[in-house]
């Protein structure tokens, strides 16, 4: 079997993090990008690593990765990176500029992102976003995290809308909760530790290799409601 090419971006820390050491460990060649230097990733001794560094709110960084790699083809093309800002606080106590930021970072960038590389996947590739549980509309019986939720729900339905646009190309798109994972973002109380998380997200994204379509399943593989 050919070596297989995963593109991970925002890889610094936690789930990025441990999804690049997991893929590395089952023998695949990965380019990790950080927004600044990640000392967990300068950690990381691998020929079948490389880093790059770009920030996905910012499309004249994004043009420039593009380049960066230049002929390179991945058979996934997975962005991790999102923000939780003031997460805890109802809608009306969050500044405008903040809800804004937060749907950009959440919603709006991995999507842009995703369009600006789709040329860079192999046949048979998959785009993953990382999603949430919680952008799902159907589950939401108890309320929280009201800004965080509606910039998942965003990422859902931009991705889907993505995924439909480029039907005929021939790749697949996942979006994908990975739990409730013991991180920073997910806090010393949540279900799972970052293993049990990033073995079950890459089991998923193994399984929907060459497969088109989109998908919103948990870690588990578990189909979500939207």
């Not at 991790?80 to 809608?91: E, M, N, R, W, Y």
């Amino acid at each position: 079997m050919a070596q297989r090419n995963a593109l991970i971006v925002g890889a610094s820390r936690g789930l990025g993090l441990g999804l690049v050491e997991t893929f590395l460990a089952r023998g695949w060649s990965v380019t990790a990008t950080q927004r600044s230097p990640s000392p967990g990733l300068a950690a990381i001794a691998s020929d079948a690593l490389d880093l790059e560094t770009a920030d996905i709110d910012d499309d004249a960084a994004v043009a420039a990765l593009h380049d960066r790699l230049g002929g390179r083809r991945f058979d996934l093309v997975f962005v991790v990176a999102g923000v939780a800002t003031q997460a805890h606080d109802p809608l009306h106590l969050v500044p405008r500029e903040v809800a804004a930021a937060v749907y950009l970072t959440n919603a709006v960038s991995p999507v842009r992102f995703a369009e600006a590389f789709r040329d860079r996947l192999a046949p048979g590739g998959l785009v993953a976003v990382m999603s949430s549980v919680l952008g799902s509309v159907g589950l939401n019986d108890s309320g929280g995290w009201e800004n965080y939720r509606a910039s998942k729900a965003a990422l859902n339905t931009l991705a889907r809308s993505f995924e439909i646009r480029h039907r005929d190309e021939g790749f697949g798109v996942a979006l994908i909760h990975p739990g409730w994972v013991r991180t920073e973002m997910g806090g010393a109380d949540a279900d799972i530790d970052v293993e049990t998380s990033v073995n079950g997200v890459a089991d998923v994204i193994e399984g929907r290799l060459g497969q088109t379509g989109c998908v919103y399943l948990d870690y588990t593989g578990k189909t979500l409601d939207w």
